[in-house]
T-cell receptor, first 108, second 114 residues
Framework: TQLLEQSPQFLSIQEGENLTVYCNSS?????LQWYRQEPGEGPVLLVT?????EVKKLKRLTFQFGDARKDSSLHITAAQPGDTGLYLC????????FGKGTRLHILP | DTGVSQDPRHKITKRGQNVTFRCDPI?????LYWYRQTLGQGPEFLTY????????KSRLLSDRFSAERPKGSFSTLEIQRTEQGDSAMYLC????????????FGPGTRLTVL
């Protein structure tokens, strides 16, 4: 069984602070994805990382794929209240397998 | 095209009743997926269609659940004899068959079984 563990489960920080959330897998996926989900909505794909060691940036968000392609991190610089949401990592194999997510709350 | 749509957005039903949800995918997408998301969890795969063919079903999909995509466009998910444990958000997603890693999700149908 392929499992994705995300940490922390919950994170509440002040606006302007930096943060990192993590995704660790028990096995190798062909790629890892990060999604953001807001209450009452479906997940929205932020990024797909494919190559071990790959780093992708999306404005203030930096995504990194581990060298062994079993872990990933999401770093947010100068967090803003609009970053509040559930951040899900997902492994892509023959289907997409989601972690439980990190619920992020940015306090103004 | 405005993306994947789902109807209804919310459904409250009594235990034992049947419910049916609809998903309209992005028009050119030939793959359609159903997921279930319970509180504190990520989405869990239920089933998917390639055009009108249902190609895979998770063991989460008990015999009370049935999904159809009769014309390869919209899909329905029916739950018979609902149980309180069926309460969840039911998400639909669609993709092109050659880009199954890029799925677009609908807003979901939140089911509450009383």
């Amino acid at each position: 069984t392929q499992l994705l563990e995300q940490s922390p489960q919950f994170l509440s920080i002040q606006e302007g602070e930096n943060l990192t959330v993590y995704c660790n897998s028990s096995s190798v996926f062909s790629s890892l994805q990060w999604y953001r989900q807001e209450p009452g909505e479906g997940p929205v794909l932020l990024v797909t990382v494919v190559t071990g060691g790959e780093v992708k940036k999306l404005k203030r968000l930096t995504f990194q794929f581990g060298d062994a392609r079993k872990d990933s991190s999401l770093h947010i610089t100068a967090a803003q209240p609009g970053d509040t949401g559930l951040y899900l990592c997902a492994g892509v194999a023959d289907k997409i397998i989601f972690g439980k997510g990190t619920r992020l709350h940015i306090l103004p | 095209d405005t993306g994947v749509s789902q109807d209804p957005r919310h459904k409250i039903t009594k235990r034992g009743q049947n419910v049916t949800f609809r998903c309209d995918p992005i028009s050119e997408h030939n793959r359609l997926y159903w997921y279930r998301q319970t509180l504190g969890q990520g989405p869990e795969f239920l089933t998917y269609f390639q055009n009108e063919a249902q190609l895979e079903k998770s063991r989460l999909l008990s015999d009370r659940f049935s999904a159809e995509r009769p014309k390869g466009s919209f899909s329905t998910l029916e739950i018979q004899r609902t149980e309180q444990g069926d309460s969840a958000m039911y998400l639909c997603a669609s993709s092109l068959s050659e880009r199954t890693d890029t799925q677009y999700f609908g807003p979901g149908t939140r089911l509450t079984v009383l």
